[in-house]
């Protein structure tokens, strides 16, 4: 099985520890390779420093069973012609698919086999990282039937352009946007690109963005006041009636993330700058794990894949200081005289 492509990648786990917290990552560092071998070695922490650490962990084989190639083919072959969303996704809170058009025959089946899936996918990482699904929230299981490249989505909605996730979820407060991907395609490769960590964009282009002021700070609160938790209270009540209604709830936090990864997909001179600018080649079969609010990325083409998101509490992590939260809160703190100093810039 090929590892995946990657620009300027040296392969070298130890090289791709190196980088500090707040430093951001370097080009041709973000993505780790666990092999079987390596993950039979990793202890139970190791892939989730990586994570915490903005690598894209990397499989080249899946490390669970897919769902039969039955299911596999059926989803291949009626799915592209029943979509009547972007994607076909189940809701575990709701125990319902949405974005198909099918009989209830079609409806049960798709949502049984996303249904499962995610349910693999939920059992290998407590095996292998509890400490970060330990209370988390499981969200979508979504198959994605259609080529990316060329889809003329509206740009907010293109996976075709660079991004960090946020604002899809509902209020996440800081809480970490988890997902993970496998490539189901028999033959094609999926092909991703990224321009590095949040850390490294937002000293980039926090203040194009409108997520730092003038000074290099955070241009807005980080916690929610008064007003937001009287908000997210009315949206836990109308949740308690139908749980997709989270999706509603905001906050301080998630409307600065939700700036930057509007201004990423909009600014046409972000979108055509190519610092640190990454391609990566996903084989068939292989599969790939991230925290897409810290790590930006783009599906460039590729048709067929499973993508599983969760939200992974805040209180979980081994090393929170890297969190966008936290690297938030930690521009807040910096003294206006010297967050606009170019020296401290770079070093944000």
Not at 91 to 111: F, I, K, M, S, Y
Request: hydrophobic fraction near 35%.
């Amino acid at each position: 099985m090929r590892l995946p492509q990657s620009q300027g990648y040296a392969g070298d786990p130890v090289r791709a520890r190196s980088i500090g917290p707040h430093r951001g990552i370097l080009h041709g560092m973000i993505l780790e390779v666990f092999d079987e071998s390596r993950l039979a070695e990793a202890d139970a922490f190791t892939l989730g420093d990586a994570l915490e650490a903005h690598r894209i962990v990397h499989f080249p084989t899946c490390p669970f069973p897919l769902p039969p190639q039955t299911d596999l083919d059926y989803l291949r072959q009626e799915l592209p012609e029943r979509l009547s969303l972007k994607n076909v996704s189940y809701h575990p809170e709701a125990d319902r698919v949405r974005g198909l058009q099918g009989d209830a025959g079609d409806q049960a089946r798709v949502r049984d086999i996303l249904r499962g899936h995610s349910d693999a996918v939920c059992a290998f990482l407590d095996a292998h990282m509890g400490h970060l699904t330990r209370d988390w929230r499981v969200g979508t299981c979504s198959f994605r039937p259609i080529q990316e490249k060329g889809r003329n989505l509206k740009p907010h909605a293109s996976n075709e352009l660079v991004h960090i996730d946020a604002g899809a979820y509902g209020a996440t407060n800081g809480d970490r946007i988890f997902r993970f991907f496998v490539n189901v395609n028999p033959s094609a490769d999926r092909v991703w690109a990224t321009k590095g960590d949040f850390a490294s964009l937002l000293a980039r282009h926090g203040q194009a963005a409108g997520v730092l002021d003038g000074s290099g700070q955070p241009s807005g609160a980080i916690d929610k006041r008064a007003a937001d938790h009287l908000f997210s209270g009315l949206i836990s009540g109308l949740a308690r009636l139908n749980p997709s209604a989270r999706v509603l709830d905001s906050s301080p936090y998630d409307r600065l993330m939700r700036r930057l990864h509007n201004y990423m997909k909009d600014d046409r001179a972000f979108r055509e700058d190519t610092t640190g600018l990454e391609t990566l080649r996903f084989p068939p079969g292989s599969a790939w794990m991230v925290f897409t609010d810290g790590v930006s990325h783009a599906s460039l083409e590729g048709q067929f894949a499973f993508v599983t998101t969760c939200i992974v509490p805040r209180s979980n992590l081994r090393h929170p200081a890297r969190a966008p939260y936290e690297v938030l809160r930690a521009a807040a703190t910096v003294p206006a005289q010297a967050a606009s100093s170019p020296d401290r810039r770079t070093r944000l």
